[in-house]
């Protein structure tokens, strides 16, 4: 249960053809801290973890609102010669799953990934927002 936690800030996604880009920084933390956290938000404003310290700097965060949430499990495998995450996304209304792999040659990926997936005959699509905006949108897209 306590295996890895990790704290991401990612910057406005861009999602296009199936391909989305963002900027993430990320920072690995005792899964201890993690849980902490969780339970108490607020104690992130005054952490010295410095992915959330420089973030709550250079955006002058004095506060948190709780929105709710999603459970995102998360599965990563070896594919040729790249890492392949496949994510599973709970939400109160429904759930999606989403590939991800990370690239410098997206496109030539993602044909082969399409093939591999036509191969198995698994059905997909293209995400067409990101996990957070289908969470405030209720949606499944």
Known sequence: MNEKCVVTVKGKAVLKNGVGKASE?????????????????????????????DT????????LTYLGGF??????FGWNGLQVEIDETKYDWGTVYELECETSEPEKIKQDLECLLKEQGVNYEYSKVTKFQNFVNKTLD
Request: glycine share 10%; hydrophobic share 40%.
């Open 25 to 53: 920084v990320e920072e690995e933390i005792d899964p201890i801290l993690g849980r902490t956290f969780v339970e108490n938000p607020q104690l992130m404003l005054e952490s010295e973890v410095g992915v959330l310290r």
């Open 56 to 63: 709550v700097t250079k955006f002058g965060v004095k506060g």
């Open 71 to 76: 459970k995102n499990v998360r599965d990563v």
